[in-house]
């Protein structure tokens, strides 16, 4: 992989985990087009998804460290409760990434048609959470988190948005759009961090034996990084004005593409 093919798939990534148009779809998509195995190196993979992360704190740095300060004066306040809605929606996620990684990451690397089904099937979220209207309530519900838990753990599927399906379903619920992106992008920090965490403690965070250049990692690291920092700030304020269907087209043509594609390739 060349250093403009890791910024671009580096950038691909930073763009897509907040955007709801999937990122591990689109990455599948960007790796077939460049003719490189970007999903499947899994050093590189861990890298832009580490550096996402990182991009989530710098934006929302007052919300987590406005969490953490409440959640040291150890009682139970707003903060804690707000926590407690984290680690139950963390649940599902869990389950799938304890007893079913393997099997889900069979599902990488196989073409393009199911990329593209699944994102006729974020389509279709966006679509029904933009058109819609139920009772809006004033606070996520631990019910509601454990929900919203679910829908990321079914979108460890590539072309299955994360942030597509858990802020559609969380609207889907009745929660007020702005606290449903919030919480979207707060969850999903620990999960990306555990799996880094334990692939380095496998010893798969390496380039031993791989084509890799170490170049290559920290350019796609660094603009996953930037443009990470910038989808996140602009996924916010795009949710506040409920402007999802515009993602729900784009997805939709992009879905027909790719089945298209990979049908008469």
């Known amino acids: ?71 040291f004066k150890f009682k139970l306040n707003e903060e804690t409760l707000y926590l407690l809605k984290i680690g139950i929606s963390l649940i599902p996620i869990m389950i799938v990434g304890l007893f079913f990684k393997d099997y889900v990451e069979g599902f990488f690397g196989n073409g393009l048609l199911m990329v593209g089904c699944m994102l006729l099937l974020t389509a279709l979220l ?66 990306i961090l555990g799996e880094a965490f334990l692939d380095l403690i496998k010893g798969d965070f390496t380039n031993t034996g791989s084509d890799l250049p170490t170049i290559s990692l920290i350019s796609g690291f660094l603009a996953a990084y930037i443009a990470g920092c910038l989808a996140c700030k602009w996924m916010i304020n795009i949710v506040k004005k409920g402007k999802l269907i515009y993602f729900a087209y784009y997805c939709a043509v992009v879905g027909f593409i790719a089945i298209i594609y990979s049908l008469t390739k």
């Open 1 to 71: 992989m060349s250093i403009i093919e890791a910024i671009i798939l580096g950038i691909v990534q930073g763009l897509t985990e907040f955007l709801p148009v999937s990122s591990s779809g689109h990455l599948e998509i960007g790796s077939e087009i460049l003719g490189v195995a970007g999903e499947e190196n899994l050093t590189f993979t861990i890298a832009v998804h580490a550096a996402t992360v990182l991009s989530t704190i710098t934006i929302l740095h007052k919300d987590i460290f406005n969490l953490l300060k409440g959640l």
């Open 126 to 191: 966006l679509s029904f959470s933009y058109y819609a209207k139920p009772r809006q309530k004033e606070n996520l519900s631990f019910k509601d988190a454990f929900i919203i838990g679910v829908s990321q753990a079914l979108a460890v599927l590539p072309g299955l948005s994360r942030s597509g399906t858990t802020i559609a379903t969380g609207l889907l619920l009745g929660n007020k759009k702005e606290t449903v992106a919030k919480f979207s992008f707060l969850m999903v920090i620990i999960p």
